[in-house]
């Protein structure tokens, strides 16, 4: 079944405490992405990926990393969370292309306290 | 960059009743409008989408409509039933190169009343 799954799907963490949200697509896709959802913002992008060793920068990049070594993997790493990280974040992917359907994770909420 | 305005934030049906969501978007290059679902505890899925060289779209129960010179699209769902009940996003995206970054709406939480 083609799919994108992130873990944790659930986390409570402290301020400072590093952590990784893992995500994997089983799709061969070229291009993979984070978003942050929050109320009255819709989806923002924060990191996208066009292929391996490939990153670049979203909307809201700050106090995030992201690392592209393998396709079918897109970490996103909070190096010291802080509060305002506290959100629903959703990897994606798709194939390169404009205008391709893109794919959605089932979303990992992080709470940082 | 580009900018896109949804509206409403919230609509509230009865079931058998349409429901209409618009969204509004500022680069006049944007060629790509793609419009998700998201149910409770899960991630967006594509529903529905137009591109710029069309004014509209149907699939069953759901169409899309483009205006690309008044630069707004909507979602047109005919009678509702409550598992249309979900948070509905439209996005736009520049689709002449292979990024195609798609930038969101704010949402549309769409209750359908029994």
């Known amino acids: 079944e083609a799919q994108v799954t992130q873990n944790p799907r659930y986390l409570i963490t402290v301020t400072g405490k590093k952590l990784t949200v893992t995500c994997s697509q089983n799709m061969n896709h070229e291009y993979m992405s984070w978003y942050r959802q929050d109320p009255g913002l819709g989806l923002r992008q924060i990191y996208y990926?066009?292929?391996?060793?490939?990153?670049d920068k979203g909307d809201v990049p700050e106090g995030y990393k992201v690392s592209r070594k393998e396709k079918r993997n897109f970490p996103l790493i909070l190096e010291s969370p802080s509060p305002n990280q506290t959100s629903l974040y959703f990897c994606?992917?798709?194939?390169?292309?404009?205008?391709?359907?893109?794919?959605f994770g089932e979303g990992s909420w992080l709470t940082v306290v | 960059g580009e900018n896109v305005e949804q509206h409403p934030s919230t609509l509230s049906v009865q079931e058998g009743d349409s429901a209409v969501i618009k969204c509004t978007y500022s680069d006049s290059a944007s060629n790509y409008f793609p419009w998700y679902k998201q149910e409770l505890g899960k991630g967006p899925q594509l529903i529905i989408d137009?591109?710029?060289?069309?004014g509209e779209k149907k699939d069953q129960r759901i169409a899309v409509t483009l205006n690309k010179t008044a630069k707004h699209f909507s979602l047109h769902i005919t009678e509702t039933q409550p598992e249309d009940s979900a948070v509905y996003f439209c996005a736009a995206s520049i689709g002449s190169t292979s990024y195609g970054k798609l930038t969101f709406g704010q949402g549309t939480i769409l209750t359908v009343h029994p």
């Open positions: 990926s066009m292929n391996v060793e490939v990153t």
């Open positions: 994606a992917s798709r194939p390169t292309g404009a205008g391709n359907t893109i794919y």
């Open positions: 137009i591109r710029s060289n069309v």
